[in-house]
């Protein structure tokens, strides 16, 4: 089951990427990645109001939805907030850099939750750090692009 949860979140991507490129285009990369954090929110929902095998497998269904999000939303976002010059080093540092470094952190918080408190309540500390990264995100203005077409000549070293 371990196996087929996993590849039901990666099947799904394929399916949704094209669908996020859509809304990316059509709301904004920032919009984007709030939408993310509320799909997300809403799969470890599920397991939280009805912790299930088969409410698991259907919040990682949906969490391939919100992958695909997340993955289309950060790349529009960096792309449209950054100077040409420095897009490809942001992408790596936001994409790559930051999400290892927050993984190591996280890695061994998740694990004592889930020790010490058990499944249910791992499920209830997703759903708030979804929910807490959702303030962040709003609060970073990620609607709102940063960099427009008409400073963009004059910023190029």
Known sequence: LIGLASTLGAVIELFAMPWADRLNRRMGSGRLLEAWLWV?????????????????????????????F????IVGYITRNTLPH?????LALLTMTLKALVD????????????????????VFMLASCLLGWVFVRAAGAG??????????????
């Open 144 to 157: 709102r692009d940063k960099i427009n077409e008409t400073n963009l000549e004059s910023e190029v070293p």
């Open 70 to 73: 997340f993955t289309v939303g």
């Open 104 to 123: 190591s952190a996280a890695s061994p918080l998740n694990g004592l939750v889930f020790d010490t408190l058990g499944a249910y309540w791992f499920y």
């Open 40 to 68: 997300k929110a809403v799969a470890v929902l599920m397991v939280v109001i009805h912790p299930s095998i088969a409410s698991i497998l259907i919040s990682r269904v949906i969490g391939g939805v919100a992958y695909s």
């Open 86 to 90: 420095q897009t490809a080093t942001a």
